[in-house]
């Protein structure tokens, strides 16, 4: 047990399916594992264990922002012992040639967040995915014909354009090549590289910032299951 999580350490599998939405936690064990039971809701932020195709996988909200999904995914690495953890999020698009609904896999994050002072560096960090994970993943989505993109993404401490720079704030980022802009990558891949774990992250492009379309509400569940599949069949693999 955790101040934040009440499960015990038995009852988390060694690979964790992290969305930032409890709900969709909820999602994935109704309709997605086997057997799933609740293993913790404190401040209802869920989490289940279950089983996919016979493999134990637990899935794990995490909350917004890099603050949030490294608290619980440092108590996951540290006090669990997970060894894996794939973030299935969604995120803003920060380049035309991504299309609502596709994949988006985070190669490397930056950020505009301070989270990486605490490991006192002369320099500056870019965290990176675990590159077996992201070859499964590839593998899947070519397997199961979901478009995917993988490169950069811009993890923010800031939700989209809500900021002081408003509506262009992301041009100079897109610039640069980032793909797309999440709130956690960064604090999750930073958090795997200083505890020696592994992590992906796994994104659905929900909203264009470069065309302004995105999901409507009915897709924001039902749009997501080709990342959640993807994520359960690379979780197979670990
Ligand atoms: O859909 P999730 O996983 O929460 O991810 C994205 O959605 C939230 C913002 O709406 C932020 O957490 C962002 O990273
Ligand atoms: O961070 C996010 C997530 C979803 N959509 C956005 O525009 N930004």
């Known amino acids: 047990m955790t101040p934040h999580n009440r499960a015990d350490k038995a009852d988390i599998a060694s690979v964790v399916l992290a969305p930032g939405d409890p709900l969709r936690a909820k999602l994935v064990a109704e309709h997605f594992l086997r057997d799933a039971s609740l ?6 932020v869920l989490g289940y264990t279950g089983f996919f195709q016979g ?20 108590e996951l690495f540290t006090t669990y012992d997970v060894k894996t953890i794939i973030r299935i999020g969604t995120c ?13 896999y985070a190669m490397t994050a930056s950020t505009d967040s301070a989270w990486a002072h605490q490991y006192n560096l002369k320099g500056t960090l870019s965290p990176c995915c675990d590159s077996s994970l992201l070859v499964k993943a590839v593998d899947q989505a070519q397997m ?8 950069m993404v811009f993890s923010s401490d800031l939700f989209s354009s809500y900021n002081a720079l408003g509506e262009d704030s992301w041009k100079a980022w897109a610039r ?5 802009q999440d709130m956690e990558t960064y604090a999750l891949y930073a958090t795997a590289a200083w505890t020696q774990r592994r ?9 264009s910032c470069v065309t302004g379309e995105g999901f409507g509400p009915d897709m924001r569940s039902k749009g997501l299951y080709p990342m959640i599949e993807v994520a359960l069949h690379v979780a197979l693999e670990v």
Do not use: E, F, W
């Not at 293993?39 to 209802?44: F, I, L």
């Not at 996988?57 to 949030?68: E, K």
């Not at 803003?92 to 988006?104: E, F, P, S």
């Open 144 to 151: 199961m014909g979901y478009p995917c993109h993988a490169g």
């Open 199 to 207: 992590a992906l992250s796994i994104l659905t492009m929900t909203d």
């Open 39 to 44: 293993v913790t809701d404190v401040r209802n």
């Open 176 to 180: 640069m090549g980032a793909l797309a």
């Open 92 to 104: 803003g698009g920060l380049q035309k040639q991504i299309g609502v609904g596709d994949l988006v």
């Open 55 to 74: 493999r134990k996988v637990s899935v794990m909200a995490t909350g917004m922002g890099g603050p949030s999904i490294g608290i619980y995914s440092y």
